[in-house]
């Protein structure tokens, strides 16, 4: 079983700053593309950004160069850092893996963490 383990969210004023990070524990063989998702209050999941086992990046449009996603591949962990914040930001972020278990490939998802920004 893989399990992904976020922390880092809270609550922050407009222009602000958060990190987020989202480590992969258990029976990982390997780990392909990682990346973070968001949901807001009644609106559809969305990327964020994603991150490949090679460091190729992709950004979602609003994310507008204020957001970097990064990896440490040797802790299985992936970062975001969020500068200037909007309140528009407000939701629940979450992490993303592709993994290889076993002799299984497995889409993995963390149990969300919370970003409020105030404005």
């Known amino acids: 079983q893989v399990q992904l383990v976020e922390s880092g969210g809270g609550l922050v004023q407009a222009g602000g700053f958060l990190r987020l990070s989202c480590a992969a524990s258990?029976?990982?063989?390997?780990?392909?593309?990682m990346g973070w998702y968001r949901q807001a209050p009644g609106k559809q999941r969305e990327l964020v950004a994603t991150?490949?086992?090679?460091?190729?990046?992709t950004y979602g449009e609003f994310v507008k160069g204020r957001f970097t996603i990064s990896r440490d591949n040797a802790k299985n962990t992936v970062y975001l850092q969020m500068n200037s914040l909007k309140p528009e930001d407000t939701a629940v972020y979450y992490c993303?893996?592709?993994?290889?278990?076993?002799?299984?490939?497995?889409?993995?998802w963390g149990q969300g963490t919370l970003v409020t920004v105030s404005s």
């Open positions: 993303n893996s592709k993994v290889v278990s076993g002799q299984r490939y497995l889409e993995v």
């Open positions: 258990g029976s990982i063989f390997s780990i392909g593309s």
């Open positions: 991150i490949t086992s090679g460091g190729g990046t």
